[in-house]
């Protein structure tokens, strides 16, 4: 079955930088666009950034643009997200999730299937 396993969360000061990870396995990987969201307590789960099947174009939230990149390594079904310049806004609890054939969206529903999440804290 699909399994997408995110790693790679922790403790962080404010201006620091993590890379989270998703390995996927269950699925051809490589024929799905992938995105991260995230959920902080007391809010929904909003779109952070996306990219396409080949990793020809990303997509980025306006609040983590310029800071947060996002990647893929198809052969090793692996999906990144680079973060610098953290704030502490950006603490949440981070989901990697599998998109669509094609095309590449930015909303829950166009995603259908979900990891656990990794939890990103952002210190003062």
């Known amino acids: 079955q699909v399994q997408l396993v995110e790693s790679g969360g922790g403790l962080v000061q404010a201006g620091g930088s993590l890379r989270l990870s998703c390995a996927a396995s269950?699925?051809?990987?490589?024929?799905?666009?992938m995105g991260w969201f995230r959920q902080a307590p007391g809010k929904e789960r909003e779109f952070v950034s996306g990219?396409?099947?080949?990793?020809?174009?990303?997509t980025y939230a306006d609040s983590v643009k310029g800071r947060f990149t996002v990647s893929r390594d198809n052969d090793k079904r692996m999906l990144y997200l680079q973060m610098n310049n953290l704030y502490l806004e950006d603490t949440a609890k981070y989901y990697c999730?599998?998109?669509?054939?094609?095309?590449?969206?930015?909303?829950?529903?166009?995603?259908?299937?979900w990891g656990k999440g990794t939890q990103v804290t952002v210190s003062s």
């Open positions: 269950g699925y051809t990987f490589s024929s799905f666009s």
């Open positions: 990219i396409m099947w080949n990793g020809s174009r990303t």
């Open positions: 999730a599998r998109g669509g054939h094609c095309g590449l969206g930015n909303t829950r529903l166009e995603f259908d299937q």
